[in-house]
């Protein structure tokens, strides 16, 4: 993974944090399904993912084509991750600040590979 990946990959991780220390509504789950809920309601629910112990492949996220994890760490759908390609972290931050409005923190981590 190159330095530039990286970079926007840290960014963007940090701009979800940075959502979610600031004042905002939290999600109570992902496209209707509740945090917490079981693997097999998720795999009824997003049947277009390949579930085993972590639900995984491609959703969309506005226009964007997103590859989707969900973690289920405490035995319930504890985390969402989505990977797609650099060029469209753009439209993907826009996307996050009109649906969680704008990050209250902003910083920038550089790691080397």
């Keep these: 993974m ?3 990946c990286i970079y926007y990959y ?17 999600p109570t789950g992902f496209r209707g399904i ?6 097999s309601d ?3 629910q ?3 993912l390949r579930c085993d112990k972590q639900c995984r492949g491609y959703l969309m996220v506005g226009e964007i084509r997103a ?10 759908m504890d985390a969402v991750s ?3 390609p650099i060029k469209h972290f753009p ?7 009109e649906r969680y409005g704008s990050p209250s923190l902003d910083s920038h981590v550089r790691e080397k590979t």
């Design 10 to 26: 840290l960014t963007f991780v940090l701009f979800l944090l940075a959502i979610s220390a600031w004042a905002w509504e939290e």
């Design 2 to 4: 190159s330095t530039k």
């Design 46 to 48: 997003l049947p277009e």
């Design 42 to 44: 998720v795999k009824r």
């Design 67 to 76: 590859f989707t994890l969900i973690i289920f760490d405490s035995g319930g």
């Design 82 to 84: 989505f990977t797609f």
């Design 91 to 97: 439209l993907m931050r826009e996307i996050f600040i």
């Design 34 to 39: 509740p945090w917490g809920a079981k693997l």
